[in-house]
């Protein structure tokens, strides 16, 4: 069997439990977020709009210039914070938590059409407006949002409810949309269905929804457009709409001639999510062969170091090649999130770190920032400098991150551990116990105990009923220089097992045997492409997977004073308790004096320097103390 004709797929939530890192974030979600989510649904009116024993709420975030309000996108919010609900309950049992979230489903019970649609906005706003306009009216996206909510409810609590009104709904589809007779050859413009009934299919086994997500993948983009033709059957200027580009959605092009990542970044990163959960379940090359040349376009020459993405507020979206601004980042959290499921799913085929690396790197920098550790705010843009004024919010006019990131954290697990026929791939480390059964029926147990990423050191011991042989696939980080492994003790050469970045240990294992993987964290300069502008005579610090930054609290202020020397001088590291035990490090750098530079705006000569004790703490916990100023990309002597 060739490489690509692997089949891994993720383990289910309930498979995994977290403690350590992981475990504390899952906590604060648990016991806080979840909750919040709602409360703060509830107060935007988005309960009341789905009940149909209450008077229609109407438009209540007015109409924007683009045709649609974001109120359009509430079932959207609601399936994202209900799916939140049913991981935070494998975590904490929480019955009024569960009791909510029933009630919710027995509103959308009752608001369902006979036919199976269901969408809070065009029955109950603009009913005579159903499927006018899939470019710009999400409703395939908040039908996807509700699929992936029914499935992870059910798989939580058992109950089917959920999951059966949005089957109805996924049949109803299945007549609407199509090449047939009085069928729709159409797709949304915000991706999301595609991936969601991967996920429908895979837990009821009906191959159709499977059919349906493919369907929709290939129609996206082909000629004659469909929304082109929409538009005139709907009376509308086919030119004058949102942003004026099918590029904003992806469908300027079929997906499978796409090779530059342009438009909305979180569009795009669901489109690629879709793209490579059908490239797995079809063993489709040409789709992979697709989404590997838009992965390097995006890895290569549109992502912050951060692993966030979409630089421009305007198309919340992307720009130019290697146009990355620090101060005005946008780097939307969902984005982040998104290119987490994308990466993740690109190791459907097959272990690979340049897309396991970059699953870390986006969920740690790019995504966990926009949560508080107390889980009550929250980050929508991510930029890696602030002078003090940019803050987690409390809410947002269109909350979509508040849920997104949340359900990652609660679901983390899954994205940790991938299974295929015959092998077991750890595709991040984090101290946590998982169990999963191969197809020759071997019930296997694996527990991960380490203090990553704040420490290096990871410890795996294997649980067997009887002895197996099977492949365990352990990633190696392109960062992990000297990294060192062992069985039972037993050194291992690492090159000699490495397979695309992954330690392969193809054997015959006993119970209790166990692997010592040891990654040596040690602090790194990192240097941007000289055509990214804003970088140029910058360096970024990292340790591990995690970027580091310099905040006020710790330095004062004036950030951009701080000058880090061609050799980076030996640190230390200090765990800090108001940020759950994080690893700062503190180092001397130097620092220009601005008290002493005079007067003058300009000068001949540049300011002095002198030696200065400074303090990193990782990026994703910045803004979670006093308020203040903000540096990622530090001045390089």
């Not at 992870?152 to 996924?170: E, F, N, S, V």
């Not at 029926?441 to 042989?469: C, F, H, M, N």
Request: glycine share 8%.
């Amino acid at each position: 069997m060739s490489h690509k004709d692997r089949q891994f797929r993720p383990v289910t939530v309930p498979s995994v439990t977290l403690s350590g890192f992981w475990g504390q974030w899952q906590d604060a979600v648990s016991e806080t977020t979840a909750a919040i989510l709602l409360d703060r649904c509830e107060a935007a009116g988005m309960i009341q709009a789905i009940d149909v024993d209450q008077p229609s709420p109407g438009v209540v975030i007015p109409i924007a210039p683009w045709g649609g309000s974001t109120q359009m996108f509430w079932d959207s919010d609601l399936g994202k914070s209900i799916e939140t609900i049913a991981f935070s309950l494998y975590r904490k049992p929480n019955p009024e938590l569960e009791a909510r979230a029933d009630a919710i489903i027995d509103l959308y019970e009752k608001l369902q059409d006979k036919d199976g649609y269901l969408n809070a906005w065009f029955q109950r706003v603009q009913p005579d407006r159903r499927w006018t306009n899939l470019r710009d009216h999400h409703e395939l996206y908040c039908a996807g949002h509700l699929m992936e909510a029914a499935v992870a409810y059910y798989q939580a609590t058992g109950k089917r409810k959920l999951l059966d009104i949005m089957c109805r709904y996924a049949d109803y589809m299945l007549t609407v949309f199509g090449e047939g007779e009085g069928q729709m050859p159409g797709y949304d413009g915000h991706e999301e269905i595609e991936l969601a009934l991967v996920k429908l299919a895979r837990v009821t086994g009906e191959p159709k929804y499977l059919d349906l997500s493919k369907f929709f993948v290939d129609q996206r983009g082909t000629e004659p457009h469909f929304f082109t033709e929409e538009a005139q059957r709907d009376g509308r200027d086919a030119s004058d709409f949102h942003q004026r580009t099918y590029e904003y959605g992806q469908a300027h092009q079929p997906v499978r001639d796409q090779r530059k990542v342009v438009g909305h970044a979180v569009r795009a990163m669901y489109l690629y999510s879709g793209m490579a959960d059908i490239a797995t379940e079809y063993r489709d090359d040409s789709l992979t062969e697709a989404l590997e040349g838009l992965w390097d376009d995006l890895t290569t020459k549109q992502m912050y170091i951060t692993g966030g993405i979409g630089p421009a507020a305007s198309n919340e979206g992307f720009t130019d090649y290697f146009d990355l601004p620090n101060d005005t980042a946008y780097a939307e959290t969902c984005a982040s999130v998104g290119l987490v499921f994308w990466a993740n799913r690109m190791l459907g085929r097959g272990p690979n770190r340049r897309y396991a690396d970059v699953m870390e790197q986006a969920l740690y920098n790019g995504a966990l920032p926009g949560l508080a550790l107390d889980g009550k705010t929250f980050f929508y843009e991510n930029p890696l400098e602030s002078t003090g004024k940019h803050h987690r919010w409390t809410w947002h006019h269109c909350p979509c991150c508040p849920p997104n990131i949340a359900r990652l954290v609660t679901s983390i697990g899954s994205y940790m551990y991938a299974v295929a026929d015959d092998e077991i791939a750890i595709h991040l480390y984090g101290e946590s116990t998982m169990t999963c059964e191969l197809a020759n029926g071997s019930e296997v147990t694996l527990k991960q105990k380490t203090e990553y990423p704040w420490d290096g050191a990871i410890g795996l011991e294997i649980g067997l009923g009887s002895p197996a042989r099977f492949a365990l696939s352990l990633r190696i980080p392109e960062w992990a220089e000297g990294a060192t492994l062992a069985v039972n003790g037993t050194p291992v050469d690492v090159s000699s097992t490495l397979i695309d970045g992954y330690a392969r240990l193809d054997r015959d294992w006993q119970d209790g045997d166990r692997v010592e993987l040891v990654l040596p964290l040690v602090l790194r300069p990192q240097f941007a492409n000289p055509r990214v502008r804003q970088d140029a005579g910058r360096v970024a610090l990292m340790r591990g997977p995690l970027v580091y930054c310099v905040e006020t609290t710790d330095n004062g202020d004036d950030l951009n004073a701080i000058v880090v020397p061609k050799t980076i001088p030996e640190g230390s590291t200090v765990m800090l308790p108001e940020l759950n035990g994080a690893v700062a490090i503190d180092l001397t750098l130097q620092r220009e004096d601005a008290g002493r530079w005079g007067d003058a705006l300009y000068r001949s000569r540049p300011a002095d320097r002198s030696d200065a004790r400074v303090r990193l703490i990782p990026y994703h916990l910045w803004d979670n103390r006093t308020p203040g100023e903000m540096l990622v990309w530090m001045q390089a002597d």
